[in-house]
């Protein structure tokens, strides 16, 4: 592994230019890169102490900064230097500007304002978190999403991740032997999505969640594999029976197991318009 180092310079909390970074890097092997994050930075003092940073460990600097003094004090003190200087929006921006035919504002940390769409986020963070394993079943009808599935199925990172994109999202956990709630049979609404995963897979996870907690793997039938493949099948055949997109979240992170259920939602409130 080579070591470089990278300057990620953004005006505010620096969330988005650490996304684009890493969203970049994974496609090179063999790269090691020492990440140096200048956040909050809109005074040219704070801009100096960059610059300085960047000379002292020399290396490229992606940067989110909209105000054209420092975004310029940014791009020749790299060329000084003699180190890229990558603003990664303007593309984006000039391209969206000119279709809209509207001038970029140039105020930094618009998308992080107290307005209705941060409300909601929050609203729809609490609802997850109310209605997480099972919890508040009597309103599962004020879901956007519910998940189901076995455990040990990403129910809960997922729904989370779904809340954080403003969803109101509930997760039921299948245990064999336990019915489900009577409220989960008879939403309308709401869009119930079934979450599986292969069964040794599952087994694996299981047992790694099992020796945490210090429990026993010889006194469950929580690792049995002939158990787990049962139980698996079974939850398979509930979603068939009452129509509910199945997801395999086998190979598959939270992030791309949330774009397939939001997929899933599109195509619902659509039909749900149409009818």
Partial sequence: MTSYHLHLVSDATGETINSVARACLV?????????????LIRTEGQMSKVVKGIEA?????????VNPELR?????????????????????????ANYFGVEISGQPGLQHVLDNEYFNRMEAMNFALAHDDGQGTAELSK??????????????????????RG??????PLVPGC???????????????????????????????????SEREDETDYVDIDSVREEVSSARRLCMQQSWPLID???????ETAATILAHFARHREGAVES
């Fill in 179 to 213: 019915p489900l709630p009577s409220e989960l049979l008879k939403v309308e609404v709401p869009l119930v999505v079934g979450l599986t995963k292969d069964p040794e897979s599952l087994v694996q996870v299981r047992k790694n969640r099992l020796r945490m907690i």
């Fill in 57 to 65: 460990n020399p290396g490229p600097a992606l940067f989110t900064i």
């Fill in 72 to 96: 310029n004090d940014l791009i020749e003190g790299c060329r000084a230097i003699g180190v890229p200087c990558i603003p990664v929006l303007d593309p984006i921006m000039h391209s969206l």
């Fill in 27 to 39: 496609q090179f092997r063999g790269v090691n890169p020492v990440e140096h994050v200048w956040s």
């Fill in 249 to 255: 979240v086998t190979r598959r992170s939270i992030e």
């Fill in 167 to 172: 969803i109101k999202a509930a997760n039921v």
């Fill in 143 to 164: 879901a956007d999403i519910i998940l189901v599935g076995v455990s040990r199925t990403s129910k809960t990172p997922t729904c989370i991740y779904l809340a954080n």
